[in-house]
């Protein structure tokens, strides 16, 4: 099946800094979501990304996905307590029978005020 | 009100015990799915429903089975619970086409003594 690796598993950061989590597939694929889950929540969408190189901003937040449709990040610019949470990439193949979204192992954001 | 609840909340259960999660959702979709998250490997895919008459399994289904009894609920059973399916289960639900977002139920944290 597919799989996506995602990198790294946990982010310490100082308040003000940047962020970036990084999401990687073997195999290329048809588009990619973005979810991040709060401590003790659930996961929330934040954005699905569909055309090679494609890049979206929302405020401090930067969603790529790569020109191959193989790899994709999300960059936050000075981080903020609100930020914490777990981030996952979920991508969907393209390849016929490929429908479902796979998930990232996720990676954890600590940001210390 | 959420739009995708699940019940029970928190269950802890011993060993052989069958158990069934819930999960009932007021949007109006067609798709329903059952995750299950473990710490460290994300969520992880058990069943999935594109509608009343469609079953289908995921990455996971050993262990479980599913009961899609209208467009509205869909639970999820542990016929013989063992601790190794201790975990927080995640129903979800998205629209039509290849596109969608998931929206996900507030878990439900289950306990296999």
């Known amino acids: 099946g597919q799989q996506v690796m995602q990198i790294p598993q946990y982010q310490h950061v100082q308040e003000g800094e940047d962020f970036t989590t990084y999401c990687n597939s073997s195999t290329t694929l048809s588009n990619i979501q973005w979810y991040k889950q709060r401590p003790g929540g659930h996961p929330v969408f934040l954005i699905q990304?569909?055309?090679?190189?494609e890049v979206k901003k929302q405020k401090r937040l930067t969603f790529q996905f790569g020109e191959a449709k193989k790899n994709s990040s999300l960059h936050i610019t000075a981080t903020q307590t609100t930020d914490v949470g777990t981030y996952f990439c979920a991508a969907r193949g393209s390849g016929a029978g490929s429908y479902q979204l796979t998930f990232g192992k996720g990676t954890k954001l600590s940001v210390i005020p | 009100d959420a739009d995708v609840t699940q019940t029970p909340r928190n269950r802890i259960t011993k060993t052989g015990k069958r158990i069934m999660l819930e999960c009932s959702q007021t949007?109006?979709?067609?798709?329903m799915y059952w995750y299950r998250q473990d710490p460290g490997l994300g969520l992880r895919l058990i069943y999935y429903?594109?509608?009343?008459?469609?079953?289908n399994k995921g990455e996971i289904s050993d262990g479980y089975s599913v009961s899609r009894q209208a467009q509205a609920k869909f639970s999820l059973s542990l016929e013989s619970a063992i601790p190794n399916q201790t975990a927080l289960y995640f129903c979800a639900t998205s629209g039509k086409g290849l596109t969608g977002e998931l929206f996900f139920g507030e878990g439900s944290r289950l306990t296999v003594l």
């Open positions: 949007k109006g979709h067609d798709r």
């Open positions: 990304l569909v055309k090679s190189g």
């Open positions: 429903s594109f509608d009343v008459k469609d079953i």
